[in-house]
């Protein structure tokens, strides 16, 4: 069954910590896999995917395809960063375009 | 010049009522869905939908129905609604992935809170 889990409802950190919101996948094949973000009182938007390979805002998230993992990963949070976060599923090209499967959202707070 | 924009923010209404929500996008794009979040920031796709195909998600009940009217529209059309039926709905778009070698992300509207009473 094609699922992706996010075990941390909420994460809170202090300012400058590093963190890390976990996400696992699975599916039988090669996903696509991203991040969103939900700001407060913002529209979900792209953080970053999979095939980027790129910094975000200070983050970023590597595929691992032995784990079926893609943490999002950043070494200094800001008080900034507090939002929601959502791992995201979508099969390879060529498969159901666009239709995300997300996870359950990790809720990341950073405290002064 | 808001790319993907739904009316209403919000949205409350009775039990039993019929109700609808508009999305429209100025992306160009070919693609449109609809996106449920419920009370526990769960989100589920509900339809996506361009002007070959429409997929629905096999959950959702046939009170919802996408309208389309253009290529720049896809509007939630909601009857009878029910309590649980209160959410936040999102809209969102992609182009088309013809051409490409990987999926392109989606861009969300705002949201539209909906609560029924």
């Not at chain 1, 996948?25 to 970053?48: A, D």
């Not at chain 2, 794009?29 to 996506?48: A, G, P, R, V």
């Not at chain 2, 992935?97 to 539209?112: A, D, E, I």
Request: hydrophobic share 30%.
């Amino acid at each position: 069954a094609q699922r992706v889990t996010q075990p941390e409802k909420l994460l809170s950190v202090f300012k400058g910590a590093p963190v890390e919101l976990k996400c696992n996948y699975s599916y039988s094949g090669s996903p696509e896999l991203f991040w969103y973000v939900q700001y407060s009182r913002q529209r979900l938007q792209l953080l970053l995917r999979h095939i980027s390979r790129e910094s975000i805002k200070g983050f970023t998230a590597d595929l691992n395809k032995g784990e079926t993992s893609f943490h999002l990963k950043k070494p200094f949070a800001q008080e900034e960063d507090s939002a929601m976060y959502y791992c995201a599923l979508s099969p390879p090209h060529g498969g159901s375009q666009g239709n995300l499967i997300f996870g359950k959202g990790t809720k990341l707070s950073v405290k002064p | 010049d808001t790319a993907v924009s739904q009316t209403p923010k919000y949205l409350v209404t009775q039990m039993g009522n019929d109700k609808s929500i508009k999305c429209e996008q100025n992306l160009g794009h070919d693609t449109m869905y609809w996106y449920k979040q419920d009370s526990k920031k769960f989100l589920k796709i509900m339809f996506s939908y361009n002007n070959k195909e429409l997929i629905i998600n096999e959950t959702v009940p046939n009170r919802f129905s996408p309208k389309s009217p253009d290529k720049a529209h896809l509007n939630l059309h909601i009857n009878s609604l029910e309590l649980g039926d209160s959410a936040v709905y999102f809209c969102a778009s992609s182009p088309n992935n013809v051409g490409s070698q990987h999926n392109s992300p989606l861009h969300f509207g705002n949201g539209t809170r909906l609560t029924v009473t």
